[in-house]
């Protein structure tokens, strides 16, 4: 086996778990025409262990990036904050420029489709990707529809603040006509 294809193959390992878990099953199916199957078992024997060590390494790396990007949602939702980025990851690898952005923003659309995560929570988390998304791509004009008023949970520093927000829709909306971004929270 070549240089470049142990280097695509491990590559694929490092960024697709789908594939690295049904590799250590069964390393016949990481081989191709440039390489043998008994080269295939001895790169899952000798890595096995190793590749997991980087891929948990290269999650956490991400969790902390994304965690810098929306700390309010990482407050709000404590330590199911970890677990659910854990499962994300799981399912989606950021291939943009922007990683860490896309990889905040493709968490909030998972948040959305999990049916243990409420409302409130939801709202918390679109909020902040919302405004995000405002200054990160540099928008002139950003609007979002919420369930809850959630404004308590974003001046606070403690998210027992679950008691203070009323359960209304809202709208928040950002502008900017200058340099200068302006938000109203109605």
Same mark, same amino acid.
């Given at each position: 086996m070549g240089l470049k294809e142990q280097q695509n193959l491990l590559a694929k390992l490092y960024t697709d778990p789908v594939f690295a878990a049904s590799f250590f099953d069964d390393p016949q199916i990481g081989t191709? %025409? =440039?390489?043998?199957?008994?080269? +295939?078992e001895e790169i899952a024997a000798t890595t096995s262990e190793e590749i997991r060590i980087f891929v948990d390494?290269?999650?956490l790396?991400?969790?902390r990036e994304v965690e810098k990007l929306l700390p309010i949602t990482k407050r709000f939702?404590?330590?199911?904050? %970890? =677990?659910?980025?854990?499962?994300? +990851?799981?399912?989606?690898?950021?291939?943009s420029v922007k990683k860490h952005f896309e990889d905040a923003l493709r968490f909030?659309?998972?948040l959305e489709l999990e049916p243990s995560i409420g409302p409130l929570a939801k709202d918390v988390v679109k909020l902040e990707t919302l405004k995000l998304r405002h200054f990160a791509e540099g928008r002139r004009f950003t609007a979002g529809l919420f369930r809850h008023d959630v404004r308590p949970i974003f001046d606070s520093h403690v998210s027992k603040d679950r008691q203070m927000v009323e359960?209304?829709?809202?709208?928040?909306?950002?502008?900017?006509?200058n340099k200068r971004s302006r938000f109203l929270f109605i």
């Amino acid at each position: 086996m070549g240089l470049k294809e142990q280097q695509n193959l491990l590559a694929k390992l490092y960024t697709d778990p789908v594939f690295a878990a049904s590799f250590f099953d069964d390393p016949q199916i990481g081989t191709s %025409q =440039t390489f043998s199957i008994s080269e +295939a078992e001895e790169i899952a024997a000798t890595t096995s262990e190793e590749i997991r060590i980087f891929v948990d390494s290269l999650i956490l790396k991400r969790l902390r990036e994304v965690e810098k990007l929306l700390p309010i949602t990482k407050r709000f939702l404590g330590d199911d904050f %970890q =677990t659910r980025f854990r499962e994300h +990851a799981q399912k989606f690898n950021p291939v943009s420029v922007k990683k860490h952005f896309e990889d905040a923003l493709r968490f909030r659309a998972f948040l959305e489709l999990e049916p243990s995560i409420g409302p409130l929570a939801k709202d918390v988390v679109k909020l902040e990707t919302l405004k995000l998304r405002h200054f990160a791509e540099g928008r002139r004009f950003t609007a979002g529809l919420f369930r809850h008023d959630v404004r308590p949970i974003f001046d606070s520093h403690v998210s027992k603040d679950r008691q203070m927000v009323e359960n209304r829709r809202s709208v928040a909306v950002w502008w900017r006509l200058n340099k200068r971004s302006r938000f109203l929270f109605i």
